[in-house]
């Protein structure tokens, strides 16, 4: 009797083992979903009192700061150094610049806390090995 039901827990496990096992030959594409920057149709008027709560320095996931700020009558967006990009209301939290290389979402919480996110196309660059790495489009979250 007990070697029947021994026998019965092996063959399950057996078959529990067998069952997970996948052929080598089938791979799982799974894709996120496509990271886009397109001139906006419309703009938001932004009243000047609302914009200078943007204006401010913001960190991001990856270790970069996104500065805004306004020169003359423009505003301006810039990720560390990698060149200023003028950028133009789209709603009350969304921005996005007029060479479409930026598009952010910036949500505001009191004076000093914000949340949101930055879409920002990264040029090609030579890597390390000599390799060229093509243009990018990443996302990044604020912190």
Do not use: W
């Not at 092996?10 to 052929?23: F, H, I, S, V, Y």
């Not at 020169?71 to 939290?93: K, P």
């Not at 060479?99 to 949101?116: C, E, Y």
């Amino acid at each position: 009797m007990k070697n029947l039901v021994l026998m019965s827990i092996l063959g399950g496990c057996a078959l529990a083992a067998a069952a997970q096992t996948a052929p080598d030959n089938q791979t799982v594409q799974i894709t996120g979903p496509t990271l886009r920057i397109e001139a906006p149709s419309h703009y938001h008027r932004v009243r000047a009192d609302e914009a200078y709560d943007y204006l401010r320095s913001y960190s991001l996931s990856n270790g970069m700061t996104l500065d805004l700020f306004y020169r003359g009558q423009q505003l301006y967006a810039e990720v560390q150094g990698q060149g200023r990009h003028a950028i133009v209301a789209t709603s009350t939290h969304d921005f996005v610049a007029m060479d479409r290389q930026l598009k952010m979402t910036i949500n505001l919480h009191g004076s000093d806390d914000a949340s949101g996110e930055l879409i920002m196309v990264v040029p090609q660059h030579q890597l390390a090995n000599g390799a060229v790495a093509g243009e990018r489009v990443l996302m990044f979250a604020f912190r």
